[in-house]
């Protein structure tokens, strides 16, 4: 599955995408913008799916590198 889907969004990256996607819906929501703000389902979706249909067609990711360090 994590080639289908692989994660490429960093934690911070996360949390910022579920806000502005929160923020959109709820704009949208309380009539502040018109339903375009409805868009903020797909920041949600990537954020809380870790990963970005986007990034992986691009072949960007901005997810830390992980390295496994051997115990001494």
């Known amino acids: 599955m994590s080639r289908i889907l692989p994660v490429n969004v960093h934690p911070i990256e996360r949390v910022l995408r579920i806000a502005a996607g929160a923020a959109l819906i709820g704009a949208a929501y309380t009539g502040a913008i018109g339903a375009w703000g409805y868009i903020g389902v797909v920041p949600i979706l990537t954020g809380l799916l870790r ?3 986007a990034y992986t067609l691009l072949g960007v990711s901005t ?8 115990a001494h």
Do not use: G
């Open 63 to 70: 997810c830390p590198i992980r390295t496994s360090t051997p």
């Open 51 to 53: 990963t970005c249909p």
